[in-house]
């Protein structure tokens, strides 16, 4: 257990070490979630990385990474657990023929043989304890975000047929949202809160650096630069992290190592960085002239 | 009782940090932000575990503990360096064991005073900038939007200070709220009324006083704020069954 424990000093080692390149802020907020035993509510863009820094967090602790996405109408069958009913039939048909009665044929079709286990008993139900990543929870239902509250607060599960279950290991959670709904103020205060910004360019560089090898330091700067610029353009959606790793990895693959080097080339993979056919008509070639003008 | 009992503690936040926390919890609170105690009780318990009392790795712990929104996210910056950085200028000093970088922070200082409230007496210290944290704290609720809201999150165990609770409508307009309002409200945390709160701390450190010194039963009732002897006689008897005299023959031979 004492070795798993981040200090506030070697918790961006530890984070760099697994290929995430951490500011201070997240790396303080992922310390004291270990400290103080909260859950961390990320908010932010679509891109900006959230996601990643639950990634992280389970390769520093070398944690299973349990994943629950959320949609509209997600309930608790789909988060929690289901019964296996298929399976359920199969075994009633079978005992049936055997001369079983009906009560111990019911009493065995509700053991845990038959039970599903969905993304949040399992994030309970572990030995070691896991990262359980609460994706776009703005995105589920407020009675969802209440019970939600309740796991996260008791970290036991009521199962009518089965009793309660409680928790082995209280996993480390990590939830996001996109901000399309206001979330609760109980589930907020519940969490700790970090903004996920766009990172700087000085960090998207090294992060350019981190994840596609061999790119050239001067260039990895460059992009980031050029990535900084466009995400100022009036876009309807500014390209993310993910982008910008794509189209660095597509320069890379075509060998340049400067972008003044070839401007169509150029102006061509950059629609790397592009998502919308709306978006994709404001940039012109022109636009990214004088972009490059600017950041090369 | 709760505010001896924290007083008393001793845990490794020293008095000033604790106060000058929650005084910053409150100018949070004024500021529209959701701060309550266990978020401030949390931050205090990552200072004794940390000891992150520098304001470069004291800000994102606190950053990340008392916001809740984006909104909380943006500001926090500007409130935090205006309250620990500006005014708090000779605590964080003190606290840090370093200068804090350029001389600015002394002209901010200056600034804040007079939004203070209570300017005057810059040199006695302590006292001094947790009384400014509050008053500000008091006069962002009165801006604030809703006042039901600062109601609810008022966290009476940790701002009140005995002495103070003698004057309910002061303190009661300092938190912004109309004294019926305050009194209702310090019923419910405390249960009892405010006056009655404050002769009951009064009697608890007579009693401690009688135990563990020498002084006369007169000056132990001056020294607690009781204005003659035989006031403090009978309200110490209805309170704890026995005259202070031979409260003391019976324990303070022991200490």
């Known amino acids: ?296 | 009782m709760a505010v001896a009992a924290h007083s008393r503690s001793g845990d490794n936040v020293g008095e000033p940090m604790r106060l000058k926390l929650t005084a910053f919890a409150h100018t949070l609170r004024g500021n529209g932000f959701k701060v309550g105690l266990a978020e401030t009780a949390d931050a205090l318990s990552i200072l004794v575990m940390s000891a992150a009392d520098k304001p470069a790795t004291l800000e994102p712990a606190l950053r990340a503990l008392f916001c809740a929104t984006r909104s909380d996210w943006e500001r926090f910056d500007e409130i935090f360096e205006a309250f620990w950085l500006a005014r708090g200028i000779r605590q964080a000093r003190v606290l840090a064991g370093a200068a804090p970088e350029g001389a600015a922070p002394v002209r901010a200082l200056k600034d804040v005073g007079p939004r203070g409230g209570k300017p005057g007496l810059p040199d006695h210290v302590e006292r001094r900038q947790d009384d400014g944290g509050y008053s500000v704290d008091g006069r962002g609720k009165r801006e604030g939007a809703s006042r039901a809201e600062n109601l609810a999150s008022i966290d009476l165990r940790y701002i009140v200070n005995p002495e103070e609770i003698r004057d309910a409508h002061a303190l009661a307009e300092r938190l912004a709220l109309c004294p019926r309002q305050f009194t209702r409200r310090f019923q419910q945390e405390f249960g009892s009324s405010p006056a009655s709160f404050v002769r009951r701390m009064r009697l608890d450190e007579a009693r401690q006083r009688l135990s563990s010194t020498d002084c006369s039963v007169e000056e132990v009732a001056r020294s607690v704020g009781f204005s003659d002897g035989d006031n403090f006689r009978r309200a110490f008897e209805r309170c704890f069954h026995v005259a202070p005299r031979e409260y003391r023959g019976r324990f303070a031979a022991k200490a």
């Open chain 1, 1 to 296: 257990m004492k070795d798993m424990s981040l200090s506030r000093e070697n918790i961006s080692e530890r984070l760099a070490a697994v290929g995430y390149v951490a500011d201070r802020d997240i790396a303080t907020a992922l310390w004291l979630m270990d400290y103080l035993k909260r859950p961390l509510l990320l908010e932010g863009e679509a891109g900006v990385g959230k996601t990643e820094v639950a990634k992280a967090l389970a390769a520093v602790h070398s944690a299973e990474l349990i994943r629950l996405q959320c949609y509209e109408g997600l309930d608790q069958n789909a988060a929690l657990y289901e019964w296996n009913y298929q399976r359920q039939l199969l075994a009633i048909k079978t005992r049936e023929g055997l001369g079983e009665d009906a009560d111990a044929i019911e009493e065995h079709i509700f053991s845990e043989r038959y039970l599903l286990e969905r993304p949040l008993l399992a994030a309970i139900r572990r030995d070691k304890p896991p990262v359980l990543l609460i994706d776009e929870v703005d995105r589920a239902d407020e009675e969802f975000e209440a019970f939600l509250l309740e796991l996260l607060s008791d970290f036991q599960v009521s199962i009518p047929e089965l009793g309660t279950v409680k928790a082995t290991a209280i996993p480390r959670v990590v939830l996001t949202s996109n901000g399309t709904r206001e979330l609760s103020d109980a589930l907020r205060r519940r969490c700790l809160y970090h903004y996920v910004d766009f990172p700087e360019v000085d960090r998207e560089a090294k992060i350019v650096l981190t994840r596609v090898p061999g790119i050239d330091t001067a260039l990895a700067l460059q992009i980031a630069r050029m990535v900084a610029s466009v995400r100022k353009e009036d876009l309807r959606k500014a390209p993310g992290v993910a982008e910008t790793l794509d189209w660095a990895a597509t320069l890379a693959g075509l060998g340049i190592h400067d972008l003044r080097q070839e401007p169509e080339a150029l102006h061509e993979t950059m629609m790397c960085l592009i998502k919308t056919r709306e978006d994709r008509s404001r940039l012109t070639s022109e636009v990214t002239e004088r972009l490059l003008g600017k950041v090369a």
